[in-house]
């Protein structure tokens, strides 16, 4: 497309996981290397990419409800385009383009990086171009990135999954796992650190299990260990393992290398041995509290938080107490929590036993004011306590309302403070003193004791000089919980098994 396209404007939706996230990095950056540029708020773009989940329910209805919403829009601007890829366009293929025949393109998983082809393809042509492929093209990191953050980024480990959970559909959708070369990896962290960023978090479907086609059964570990040796690079993050393939080396490859972060979010699903072996999950209640009880011998200010399933098909007061039981053991930092519910397409939804929502709802509640009581209890003991925070761009929602600030704390807890008096940065750090702590946030009212600026906030600062290089907009369809905005909330539903 090159320079034709220098005044056409693109938006990216995003629905779902963390991989969704960072697909949409490489659209926008596929987009902006083709000449289009992030559209202002005001007016109508002349492209919009939908990135679709197929997990989240009634993904179907609020993709075709915004489809909908943007007909008159097309109407208006007959050059407009619509694209619509990701899990659900992967699933529903020609249904898209039956059901909203406006749309200009529907292309798969494994071929983002033909967005732009097929765009141009749909415009000569006339007509919606469906292109959906089988198996994995070309790896998204290959492709040109336009980062959501200056200073802290996912990279991408593996893409897909082996698993065959009963739940889960996204392994039929992102295909079988197939991981990076480790020194694919390393090279792509040491040219994000190069560029300003100073905190990293690794992605997969399941990261624990890399190094299965590379046959390392340790080669996650050693992946931390040698990220953990990149000079400039403070935090490194992971999300998500898989209970059944986390190891005693990547325990230790947490414990004694200084900027992995002692925070750790582990999927249980269900508490109950029943039900985990309906769902195919390959461990038992007593395998996950073992780990949990090694991470905590070897880092007892790990925070840990996890995925839970309520009301899974066959699931009975006795099985459900069970997860309760395992939830007050754990004593998780905090739980992305999941009422069940039928996904078309997924060995669950066939199932006999389905739970009526009233039974579901109340167990729901139940699990909920359990955690509840458990995260307030578990950050009240950060009271007292000095943390770095990594200030943050768009975490406080009442910020500018209290004058106050926002960022992550080492182990990823949301920290609001008091702004202090000299300048600072997304992407620097301050140093305070937690004076109160709520269930999902701590506060710390006084001043702040120190303000260290990085080259992570020089990096925001020059990005915010240069506005056409500033990211593309993704707006999420899930709750933001920090920067690179991970989500394990998703995870849990679909890809962090």
């Not at 996230?21 to 902006?32: I, M, P, T």
């Not at 004694?256 to 109950?272: A, D, F, I, K, R």
Request: proline letters at 6%.
């Amino acid at each position: 497309m090159g320079t034709s396209q220098d005044s056409k404007s693109y938006k990216v939706v995003t629905y779902g996981c963390q991989m969704n996230v960072h697909d949409s990095e490489r659209l926008s950056g596929l987009l902006e290397d083709a000449g289009y540029v992030k559209a202002d708020q005001e007016g109508d773009p002349d492209l919009v990419v939908f990135n679709t989940c197929a997990v989240r329910e009634n993904a179907d209805n609020k993709l075709y409800g915004n489809l909908g919403q943007l007909a008159p829009a097309k109407t208006r601007n007959k050059g407009m385009q619509i694209a619509v890829g990701g899990c659900l366009a992967q699933k529903d293929r020609d249904t898209i383009v039956q059901k909203a025949p406006w749309v200009d393109v529907v292309f798969g998983t494994h071929n983002i990086g033909h967005l732009p082809a097929l765009l141009e393809r749909a415009a000569v042509e006339r007509k919606a171009q469906v292109e959906i492929l089988e198996s994995l093209e070309t790896f998204p990191s290959t492709l040109p990135t336009r980062r959501e953050s200056a200073y802290a980024a996912w990279v991408a480990i593996s893409v897909g999954c082996n698993n065959t959970c009963t739940f889960c559909i996204v392994p039929a959708l992102r295909g079988k796992e197939e991981d990076r070369r480790p020194g694919d990896v390393l090279a792509e962290i040491e040219a994000l650190v190069g560029e300003g960023v100073i905190e990293v978090t690794l992605l997969g479907q399941n990261v624990n299990s890399y190094g299965s086609d590379l046959g390392d059964r340790e080669a996650f570990s050693k992946l931390l260990r040698a990220a953990g040796q990149i000079e400039g690079l403070e935090r490194i993050r992971f999300t998500s393992p898989h209970p059944r393939d986390f190891t005693d080396d990547v325990i230790a490859a947490m414990a004694e290398t200084p900027n992995v972060m002692h925070q750790l979010h582990m999927p249980l699903q269900s508490g109950s041995d029943t039900v985990l072996k309906a769902m195919k999950r390959s461990y038992r209640q007593e395998r996950f509290l073992g780990i949990i009880r090694k991470v905590r011998e070897a880092m007892p200010d790990a925070a840990i938080s996890t995925d839970i399933i309520v009301g899974f098909p066959g699931e009975t007061e006795e099985d459900f107490e069970q997860t309760m039981h395992v939830v007050r053991e754990a004593r998780f930092t905090n739980a992305f929590t999941f009422q069940y519910s039928k996904r078309p397409g997924t060995p669950a939804a066939e199932m006999e036993g389905q739970i009526p929502k009233a039974v579901v709802t109340e167990r729901y509640n139940r699990l909920i004011a359990l955690q509840e009581e458990i995260s307030w209890e578990e950050n009240k003991k950060q009271v007292g306590r000095t943390l770095e925070i990594l200030v943050a761009e768009g975490e406080g929602k009442k910020d500018d309302r209290t004058d106050r600030l926002s960022g992550r704390a080492p182990d990823n807890r949301l920290v609001h403070f008091t702004r202090p008096s000299e300048p600072v940065r997304p992407g620097d750090t301050v140093t305070v003193e937690i004076t109160y702590a709520a269930p999902h946030h701590l506060l710390a009212e006084g001043p702040t004791l120190a303000v260290r600026r990085t080259r992570a906030g020089d990096a925001w600062e020059k990005r915010q000089a240069a506005p056409a290089a500033k990211p593309a907009g993704v707006m999420l369809g899930l709750p933001t919980i920090g920067a690179p905005k991970p989500q394990p909330a998703a995870a849990g539903g679909c890809c962090g098994d």
